[in-house]
């Protein structure tokens, strides 16, 4: 089972790798882990995917909870949050062929972000589903490289996130 947690802490030097590294030591799978500023210039948002039962869960958050950096946990559920990706897909592109990639790329509403003689750079945000589904069309012309950033999510409801976890 995969779980989202999004994570508040100071924005400190070291603190997102003493997380992964704390995470890692205990031998928890991260599944995607993403970092960014906040509204507030001192905090750092980090949103991390675990893989595991409710059991290794409950020591995730318990394990964080002791870093001094950590403001607040948060336990992002599927059906409250809004959930994002942004991935960069680089496809083979002959001159030929491009007219179906930008196609392709009008359905999904993603955006073609670098064009040369042999590759295009696509670019698309949504949910995990989406990115997978495109990539599995575009499978067929040929990926040559890929990037994706992890999930990020916020709550739907302005007052959930004061359902803490710590």
Not at 72 to 91: C, G, N, S
Not at 144 to 149: I, P
Request: aromatic letters at 2%.
């Amino acid at each position: 089972m995969r779980h989202t947690l999004a994570v508040l802490v100071l924005n400190k030097p070291g603190v997102l790798a003493r997380i992964a590294g704390l995470l890692s030591r205990r031998v928890f799978n991260i599944e995607s882990i993403a970092a960014g500023y906040t509204e507030e210039p001192d905090i750092t948002r980090i949103t991390i995917v675990v893989q595991g039962d409710d059991r290794i869960l409950d020591q995730v958050i318990k394990q964080l909870s002791k870093l001094i950096d950590v403001i607040k946990i948060h336990r992002l559920q599927d059906e409250e949050v809004i959930e994002r990706e942004l991935a960069l897909i680089k496809v083979k592109a002959c001159p030929n062929r491009r007219s179906d990639i930008v196609d392709i790329v009008s359905i999904f509403r993603a955006n073609i972000v670098d064009v040369n003689r042999e590759t295009m750079v696509i670019e698309l945000t949504g949910d995990e589903r989406k990115i997978n589904a495109l990539c599995a069309v575009l499978e067929d012309h040929g990926i040559v490289e890929m990037v994706r950033t992890g999930k990020i999510a916020l709550w739907r409801n302005p007052n959930a996130s004061k359902n803490i976890t710590q």
